[in-house]
């Protein structure tokens, strides 16, 4: 019985290639990407590259050289941001920002006196399309879109959000860390110029691992500075890609075991119609608030739970005591959405999924509710 339900902090289980490959590291030599031509290292090499090849893919972007690594998706986030923002620029957010966002803006508010404005929200978090248009400021720099909230699970319509946004020239940043590995992405198709993820969430690989992607990185200054094994007599990052970000030395554990996981990266054994029955179940429970989307096909594999007489920590407490069931209760790192939501004075028990959860799996934690809301 998989009672794991906390998949959008980080996944569980990981692939047993992944954990294969991080053991292998430590049997044999592993060398240091681009930085000498010995078999070890070329092996390394050759990997990184392919799992760059792979996340394009994944992505739904043409050029993978575009594509950098680092520690996680915050990091990402933080490299756009401070990488392209100038001063007393603005800035449109969606209304479900995390704050990996909402926190680097803060900061950029504070010292290059960087504007922040709120695109408008349909009930669920959903930016609100009809009045998008309106909203746009006069020389917008920058317009970022959480692809799918971390709180309530809703998609955003990024086709429609882009579409709008591009009339008027706005770039935009998309934040995938939710959604890379259960949604096929369009990056290039959707007109995005700017992209985060993380690895160790729906691509089920390790924590450290993550990476963002820039259509024009030569628009973008370089948040590291650094060694990357090219031109070192020079004090200069350089144009190649992707060494241009890719200062110090690589997390070669991390990544070849994210190659690892991708390499075997499973189906979702619920489709979403199954996911939405499980939804419309929970929503009959007496005394439970669901948060999800109110279309249901603009919906992730997670939601949040509220309930009238317990508080969203002795829910999640009252499920894993009782149950064994691991949820997270609290604001996620999130207070935009919960904000948004009507969620902000209490946070709400968040249920994620794994491609590994099974119908068997869901009736346990739809009875597991039943039990607790109850007593």
């Known amino acids: 019985m998989n009672t794991y339900y906390d998949n959008a902090t980080t996944s569980y289980p990981k692939p047993s290639a992944m954990r294969e490959a991080l053991a292998h590291f430590y049997d044999e030599p592993v060398g240091s990407y681009g930085r000498s031509h010995d078999r070890a290292t070329l092996r390394v090499v050759a990997e990184i590259e392919e799992l760059r090849d792979v996340v394009a893919s994944l992505l739904g972007v043409a050029e993978p050289s575009h594509i950098c690594f680092c520690d996680n998706a915050t990091t990402g986030l933080n490299a756009i941001l401070r990488g392209v923002l100038q001063e007393g620029d603005t800035v449109l957010v969606s209304p479900m920002e995390h704050n990996a966002v909402m926190?680097?803006?803060?900061?950029?508010?504070?010292?290059?006196?960087?504007?922040?404005?709120?695109?408008?929200?349909?009930?669920?978090?959903?930016?609100?399309?009809?009045?998008?248009?309106?909203?746009?400021?006069?020389?917008?720099?920058?317009?970022?879109?959480?692809?799918?909230?971390?709180?309530?699970?809703?998609?955003?319509?990024?086709?429609?959000?882009?579409?709008?946004?591009?009339?008027?020239?706005?770039?935009?940043?998309?934040?995938?860390?939710?959604?890379?590995?259960?949604?096929?992405?369009?990056?290039?198709?959707?007109?995005?110029d700017y992209l985060a993820f993380t690895g160790h969430k729906g691509l089920l690989g390790p924590s450290g691992t993550g990476g963002f992607y820039m259509r024009r990185p030569l628009d973008v200054s370089p948040l590291t500075l650094g060694g990357n094994g090219l031109h070192s007599s020079l004090l200069s990052m350089g144009t190649e890609m992707p060494e241009r970000f890719m200062a110090g030395t690589a997390n070669v554990l991390g990544l070849t075991a994210l190659l690892a996981a991708v390499r075997h990266l499973p189906s979702y054994r619920l489709s979403?119609?199954?996911?939405?029955?499980?939804?419309?179940?929970?929503?009959?429970?007496?005394?439970?608030?669901?948060?999800?989307?109110?279309?249901?096909?603009?919906?992730?594999?997670?939601?949040?739970?509220?309930?009238?007489?317990?508080?969203?920590?002795?829910?999640?407490?009252?499920?894993?005591?009782?149950?064994?069931?691991?949820?997270?209760?609290?604001?996620?790192?999130?207070?935009?959405?919960?904000?948004?939501?009507?969620?902000?004075?209490?946070?709400?028990?968040?249920?994620?999924?794994?491609p590994y959860h099974t119908a068997k799996d869901l009736d346990h934690l739809l009875e597991a509710l039943r039990d607790v809301v109850r007593r």
């Open 103 to 192: 926190r680097p803006l803060h900061f950029l508010s504070e010292t290059r006196g960087v504007r922040v404005e709120v695109m408008p929200a349909l009930p669920d978090g959903r930016v609100d399309t009809q009045r998008l248009a309106a909203a746009i400021p006069t020389a917008c720099a920058l317009a970022v879109v959480n692809l799918q909230s971390n709180v309530n699970g809703i998609i955003q319509p990024i086709a429609e959000i882009s579409r709008i946004l591009k009339q008027r020239g706005v770039r935009i940043l998309a934040d995938a860390t939710q959604c890379l590995g259960s949604m096929r992405l369009q990056t290039d198709a959707w007109n995005i």
């Open 272 to 354: 979403h119609d199954e996911w939405q029955d499980y939804l419309l179940r929970m929503r009959e429970l007496s005394g439970l608030r669901v948060y999800s989307s109110s279309d249901g096909t603009a919906q992730g594999f997670l939601c949040s739970l509220t309930h009238e007489r317990l508080s969203p920590a002795e829910l999640s407490d009252a499920l894993y005591h009782g149950h064994g069931i691991i949820t997270r209760a609290g604001l996620h790192c999130a207070p935009l959405a919960h904000e948004t939501i009507g969620t902000a004075a209490t946070g709400t028990t968040r249920i994620s999924l794994s």
